[in-house]
Nanobody
Framework: QVQLVESGGGLVQPGGSLRLSCLVS????????MGWYRQGPGKQRELVAS???????NYADSVKGRFTISRDNAKNTVYLQMNSLRPEDTAVYYC?????????WGQGTQVTVSS
């Protein structure tokens, strides 16, 4: 069973930055894609950013230019650098990994943007 552990969440003021990390228990070298999702209060889970095996990235319109997804295969880790954070970015952030037909999720990390 593949396990994912997110870290790096917390409380930050508007305009601030955070970097989320997702450590995977197995090699991510063969992963077809990895992504970050979020679920705000009373909202459905939505895709924030994804990166495929070739390094191509995709972002939600609401975070383009502010968030950057990256992966370090040697460390089995995917990152989400979040800059210029806004109150509407407040959510639980989840990472996932897609390996062939299987999708695995982490437990989530809370990000709260508030003054």
């Amino acid at each position: 069973q593949v396990q994912l552990v997110e870290s790096g969440g917390g409380l930050v003021q508007p305009g601030g930055s955070l970097r989320l990390s997702c450590l995977v228990s197995e090699s991510i070298f063969g992963a077809d894609a990895m992504g970050w999702y979020r679920q705000g209060p009373g909202k459905q889970r939505e895709l924030v950013a994804s990166i495929n095996s070739g390094g191509s990235t995709n972002y939600a319109d609401s975070v383009k230019g502010r968030f950057t997804i990256s992966r370090d295969n040697a460390k089995n880790t995917v990152y989400l650098q979040m800059n210029s954070l806004r109150p509407e970015d407040t959510a639980v952030y989840y990472c996932n990994i897609v390996v062939r037909i299987f999708v695995y999720w982490g437990q989530g990390t809370q990000v709260t943007v508030s003054s």
